[in-house]
């Protein structure tokens, strides 16, 4: 039996976030830099939605600093970027880096776009976690999702 002030919080009392493996995994789906195209990045965060994820997408035109501050004030477990304006050798890094330099290095970063399969090595080298170029299913974009992002403990 539950104690019975479970699930409530007394005025004033902070709010503390419980960490389970039951926990959903949030997602934050990112469109950095000025490439204006955000079909494919609202098909994937609807397909994560509709798989059990919670979801947060920024928009169009996001900067990396953005990006980093959303995923930091949303508690998201990872960040899906979508980037087709050629500009993935600055802003994937960019935002890892920001991550690192906040504290969150934990978050995980991954993404895809139109990405040259001789640049992916680079970026995997770089901190980006996985690619996925275009032709990729949502189903299999989610699966290696549940198998590789995991609820980060929030202190």
Do not use: C
Not at 42 to 68: C, M, N, S
Not at 121 to 134: A, D, H, N, S, Y
């Amino acid at each position: 039996m539950a104690a019975p002030d479970a699930g409530f919080r007394r005025k004033g009392a902070p709010v503390r976030r419980v960490v389970s493996e039951e926990r959903r995994l949030r997602l934050l789906v990112g469109k950095v830099g000025l490439d204006g195209h955000d079909r494919g990045a609202k098909i994937v965060a609807r397909a994560f939605r509709d798989a059990g994820f919670e979801v947060i997408y920024t928009g169009l035109h996001q900067t990396p600093e953005v990006v980093v501050n959303t995923a930091i004030q949303e508690d998201v477990d990872a960040i899906a970027l979508s980037i087709l304006s050629g500009a993935h050798n600055y802003l994937f890094p960019r935002v890892i880096e920001l991550l690192r330099e906040s504290g969150a290095g934990e978050i995980s970063v991954f993404g895809g776009g139109i990405i040259p399969a001789e640049d992916i090595p680079g970026l995997k080298e770089r901190g980006v976690q996985e690619i996925f170029t275009p032709g990729a299913s949502t189903e299999s974009i989610i699966e290696w999702v549940r198998a590789n992002v995991r609820p980060r403990s929030l202190g």
